[in-house]
């Protein structure tokens, strides 16, 4: 796993590995594909997926 770059992006990484959620099952959850989910937890990424990903994690930015 890629070091994430922002501090978002970290949290979101540890609410996935508390959830036991992969990848793949938040991008079907929020109805983005795996790739999009990928890009946005290990580079940089558009605000509309950021803003999805927050909203189900419950994380506040």
């Given at each position: 796993?890629?070091?994430?770059?922002?501090?978002?992006?970290?949290?979101?990484?540890?609410?996935?590995?508390?959830?036991?959620?992969?990848?793949?099952?938040?991008?079907?959850?929020?109805g983005l594909t795996y790739g999009?989910?990928?890009?946005?937890?290990?580079?940089?990424?558009?605000?509309?997926?950021?803003?999805?990903?927050?909203?189900?994690?419950?994380?506040?930015?």
């Amino acid at each position: 796993m890629k070091k994430p770059k922002e501090r978002w992006q970290a949290y979101a990484k540890a609410e996935l590995e508390i959830r036991g959620m992969t990848y793949a099952e938040l991008a079907e959850a929020i109805g983005l594909t795996y790739g999009v989910v990928n890009q946005a937890l290990c580079k940089s990424c558009m605000p509309g997926a950021k803003k999805k990903i927050c909203e189900y994690l419950g994380i506040t930015e």
